[in-house]
């Protein structure tokens, strides 16, 4: 097996990559990774992904969230190795044939990102959510506890996620 | 950072698992949901030579009932173990405390054996399993042992668990009718790590507590029964007097919590009593 991005003749530790089949946003990709190597860092670095962003690389922010095997994960808190027979889907598969989701499209309209560093995380967070599991602003407040967002002050998230869920504005 | 280079495998039965780590010596780490030995990799706190994934063992994916005993196996996402039918019938202390555990997205990779066996000073399943006295098996090469909670956690990230050992389950008491555990504590956010935090767990006849135990996490190295308090409450019947004595036994049990940049020592007894009081005011209804 020839080593990660090298053309010479140099031997190197092949033990410390490996080979792995991941399904990311409905395509199969055959890849050799560093062991070491992050599922954030393939996915943006390999595969060109870059929507998911790295934050805080320790899972606190939220920012590198995806979804691993149906389930919102932490990116920076899996080895790509990890994602072996995984299916994978990134901010980028979210959009349908060229058209955003609803929840893209009600971010867009009621200014639920500014900056939008940890917009792609709290996407993907909400493309698992249930609306029926989250009927009031606190419990949606909750359900996004675990995306950190500097710039907006959250108030225009809720809105978009109401939004999106066919609910009125008020609290 | 990133981690230094390591070689990963993943057994697919357990004795597999078992002999790579017994060879391994000191320099093999067993991995299973991942969501504290990642960050501790990505900083370099922890350097394993070899990586031993255990996500793919069948044999611990289970949570099953044995003997009087809720078993959760190693494998067992937090996630699976908040919502699973069986937990939520006989060992509530669970679901609650995993509410206050980390995040959702966490939760939907990191497991409860891991939680135990990394045993972070703020973290609320190893006072679950102090406060319930549950138990754990520690399996090896060598053979296997049952270790209870009160000998298991030795310091801060520091376990009974050898070098070659994998926890393959933890095993809770179950429930009985009259059962009440409350999990409770003080963050700065929802999800945060703990500045000082409660399990609580009795025994409720009517209005007398017979039988009570409770733990505390974030206020010392590990966490901590308060026995004082578990005294000052054990035969009393609920009310506003309880509340009083036992945030004296608080004193008593905390004489000097952890002080650090989060919290000082009088911040964290106070905290725990506070913690205490309003738990006897849910338990008073």
Known sequence: MTSVGSTSNVERPRKSTSEIEVTVNGVREHLVVSNRKLLSDVLRDDLGLTGTHVGCEHGVCGACTVIVDDLAVRSCLMFAVQADGSTVTTVEGLAQDGKWSSMQTAFNEHHGLQCGFCTAGFLMTLSKAEPADYETDAEIRELLSGNLCRCTGYHNIVVAVKAAWGRGATE | ?285
């Not at chain 2, 093999?28 to 063992?57: E, H, K, T």
């Not at chain 2, 809720?70 to 699973?84: D, K, N, P, S, T």
């Not at chain 2, 609920?238 to 509340?243: A, E, I, K, N, P």
């Not at chain 2, 911040?267 to 849910?282: C, N, S, T, W």
């Open chain 2, 1 to 285: 950072m990133k981690p230094p280079l390591f070689d990963f495998v993943r057994p697919e039965s357990l004795s597999e698992a078992l002999e790579i780590l017994s060879s391994a010596g000191e320099e093999g780490a067993v991995l299973a949901g991942g969501q504290s030995l990642i960050p501790a990799m990505n900083f370099r706190l922890a350097r394993p030579d070899v990586l031993i994934d255990i996500g793919g063992i069948p044999e611990l994916d289970t949570v099953f009932e044995e003997e009087e005993q809720l078993v959760v196996g190693a494998g067992v996402r937090q996630r699976v173990v908040e919502q699973h039918g069986l937990v939520l019938r006989t060992c509530r202390a669970l679901p609650q405390a995993l509410r206050h555990v980390g995040h959702l997205q966490t939760r939907n990779r990191g497991t409860v054996c891991g939680s135990l066996a990394h045993a972070d000073p703020a973290a609320e399943l190893p006072a679950v399993a102090l406060a319930l006295e549950a138990k754990v098996t520690l399996e090896s090469v060598r053979g296997r042992r049952f270790v209870s909670s009160e000998d298991l956690f030795l310091g801060a990230f520091s376990t009974e668990i050898e070098h070659d050992e994998i926890m393959v389950n933890a095993r809770f008491p179950i429930d009985t009718d009259s059962t009440r555990v409350i999990v409770d504590e003080v963050a700065r956010r929802s999800g945060d790590f703990a500045v000082a935090g409660l399990v609580l767990r009795v025994d409720l006849q009517g209005r007398t507590i017979v039988d009570s135990r409770v733990a505390a996490f974030g206020v010392a190295p590990t966490a901590v029964r308060l026995r004082t308090v578990e005294a000052a409450m054990s035969g009393q019947q609920l009310g506003d007097r309880m509340g009083v004595e036992v945030e004296e036994a608080v004193r008593s049990d905390l004489p000097e919590p952890t002080d650090d940049a989060q919290a000082d020592r009088a911040y964290r007894q106070e905290a725990i009593g506070a913690l205490v009081k309003r738990a006897v005011r849910v338990l008073t209804g």
